[in-house]
């Protein structure tokens, strides 16, 4: 029977020809058999088919200068089998690689997928992170999606990155100089506002370039409540990504726009440490797991490209869509270490991005390595607000005899996550600050390490007050409350068990306070009950201990329930204050404070 027209038009849709596919790095024998090789063809001869360069990245958390220790290295997988640790990320190096990246490519576009602010060193969050903004502006980023800590201050504070002006209390940094806010959109597509249901900013952008049309959605994570103060979120409502994206490209498609990226702030667990290891392997996508593999299974094939972020891990995977054609999943790592690079096929006649049945388009993850010449406007930049940064960064508040591992620690428990509970049990312990008898802290909020090699003219071992900053940067009121020991078990459970089972969130814990850690059960029992002691003494479910912890923990972030139960709740100082307070009592330029064991939890593994 001879095709109809309709039959004819959907022969066209779902077949590519060689020439196309050789662009693209495919082969013919991928396509379906009985496949119209030939008009495809003709369609790349004539020009029909141009590739659209994708770069991304995400989680920069305004690190415009290179990353101390761990958290300013990625691992690198070698032809023989070992692992190799590079030395990355920096706006100066950022801004040259992708721009680098750029030349040859008359059609490309750079998106971020969230989390460019918030929990940034102390050149950018003391002042409100005003100095990433603008070197993101300089770098030429296009549009990105909200992440969590975007909300670190509030919806007014984020309204006022996206469209400018001078902060309402510190006002203006610069005398003649106003803060021109964001020139790429902050997409919200599902954020929006309780009472009127619209989004708080734009839900979508289209990017369009001699023609070509491509559309970006941009959502973070439902859960972006549960992991940032509550009067960051307050007023505004926090939907489901897949719905949102889903609906989002219904719209985009009735406009007429057929190639759309999702930018999503929300992650996964890829199987190795390594940027360059492959997550195709044995299968497609069989190298990853965690909250976005399931996402990626259920937007809608109307989506060409996942853009995510959140987890800080790299990853370039194929996940295939509800349809069951391949589709990149991408991650960049974190603080600008790496970018990612994709190639769109974008086909003029239909719109679309070519995607066949067995290949989605190819894309890399790439070091920015600091060997590369430095971009000399981010230069001027950073150099500028280092100058009036200075009089604050520079200042000592302490002394280290080696590197204290923070978040580059290898094990739940790290040495500087002792340090920091070590603190702020010291800062409320005393009658008439707390009476404080533990101090408990969330591990997302130890955002680095501490190096002993000079970040400056220091000198080594020498702690700034910038470099705590960067450790601790939210600035978090330290709580004091009363809990029974039966709640403080129920906390310490919560930490495997509930929205934390499947990515286990260790609570850092001060001296006197040790349990066993059995992660070869399951859910809260991996916590073992009759382990859980203070100071030697088994824990009393009946007895009330005064425990400290910063506001988030007080306030049930990161899923820990049981401590929105707290009672006779006395306010301290803030987490950085006790931080720099404990620094300079405990260490001195002959006595350095040495790394802790961190032997307070036992784990089995």
Avoid at 532 to 559: C, H, I, Q, S, W
Wanted: net charge neutral.
């Amino acid at each position: 029977m001879p095709a109809t027209p309709q039959r004819r038009r959907t022969v066209r849709r779902l077949t590519i020809g060689a020439a196309v596919l050789a662009a693209a790095g495919l082969t013919a024998t991928a396509l379906p058999a009985g496949a119209d090789t030939g008009h495809a063809a003709r369609a790349a001869r004539a020009g029909r088919t141009v590739d659209v360069q994708l770069l991304s990245f995400n989680d920069f958390h305004g690190n415009l200068e290179p990353p101390q220790g761990s958290s300013g290295t990625v691992e690198e997988s070698r032809p023989d089998g070992s692992k190799k640790s590079v030395a990355a990320g920096g706006a100066e190096y950022l801004a040259q690689s992708l721009r680098t990246a750029r030349k040859g490519h008359p059609y490309s576009v750079t998106a971020a997928a969230g989390d460019l602010v918030g929990a940034s060193p102390l050149l950018s969050g003391l002042f409100h992170d005003e100095p990433t903004i603008e070197a993101m502006n300089k770098l030429g980023l296009d549009v990105t999606s909200v992440g969590n800590h975007e909300f670190d201050e509030g919806r007014a504070e984020l309204t006022r990155l996206q469209k400018g002006g001078c902060h309402p209390k510190d006002g203006c940094y610069e005398k003649g100089r106003k803060f021109r806010g964001a020139g790429f959109p902050y997409l919200t597509a599902n954020v929006t506002d309780e009472k009127s249901g619209k989004p708080l900013l734009k839900p979508y952008t289209v990017w369009k370039h001699k023609g070509v049309k491509i559309g970006f959605i941009g959502v973070t994570l439902e859960g972006t409540p549960d992991i940032v103060n509550a009067d960051g979120v307050k007023g505004l409502k926090f939907h489901d990504e897949v719905e949102t994206i889903n609906k989002y490209a219904k719209v985009l498609n009735k406009q007429g726009v057929k190639s759309i990226v999702a930018l999503i702030h929300e992650g996964g667990l890829p199987a190795s440490t390594s940027y360059n290891y492959d997550c195709d392997s044995p299968g497609p996508g069989d190298g990853i797991s965690g909250p976005i593999t399931d996402i990626a299974k259920h937007v809608t094939p109307k989506v060409d490209a996942l853009v995510t972020g959140h987890t800080h891990q790299a990853y370039s995977c194929t996940v295939p869509d509800p349809s069951g054609r391949p589709r990149t999943v991408t991650s960049a790592a974190s603080y600008g270490k790496l970018y990612t690079d994709t190639t769109l096929t974008y086909d003029r006649r239909t719109r679309d991005i070519v995607r066949t049945t067995v290949k989605a388009p190819h894309a890399a993850n790439h070091v920015v390595d600091r060997t590369q010449p430095k971009a000399a406007d981010m230069t001027s930049l950073i150099a500028r607000w280092n100058k009036l940064a200075a009089p604050v960064a520079g200042r000592p508040v302490g002394h280290i005899s080696a590197d204290i591992a923070g978040r580059g620690a290898a094990a739940p428990e790290s040495p500087l996550g002792d340090v920091i509970s070590d603190a702020q049990l010291e800062a409320t312990k005393a009658d008439g600050k707390g009476g404080a008898q533990l101090a408990l802290m969330n591990p997302g909020g130890v955002r680095s390490d501490l190096a002993f090699k000079a970040s400056g003219s220091e000198g080594d071992g020498v702690v700034t007050y910038g470099e705590a900053f960067t450790v601790q940067p939210f600035t978090n009121m330290l709580n004091v409350v009363d809990l029974t020991g039966s709640q403080l078990l129920a906390g310490l459970q919560q930490q495997v068990s509930g929205s934390n089972e499947a990515s286990p969130k260790i609570l850092q814990v001060s001296e006197g306070l040790t349990y066993t850690l059995d992660m070869t059960k399951s859910g809260a029992a991996r916590v073992v009950k009759d382990s859980v002691k203070l100071d030697g003494a088994a824990l009393d479910p009946a007895k009330t201990y005064r425990v400290a912890m910063n506001e988030f923990l007080a306030g049930g972030g990161d899923g820990f329930a049981a401590f929105k139960d707290g009672r006779n709740k006395y306010v301290g100082p803030s987490d950085l204050d006790a931080f720099t307070g404990y620094l300079t009592a405990h260490s001195s330029a002959d006595k350095p404070l040495t790394p802790p064991k961190a032997d307070r939890i036992t784990v089995v593994k």
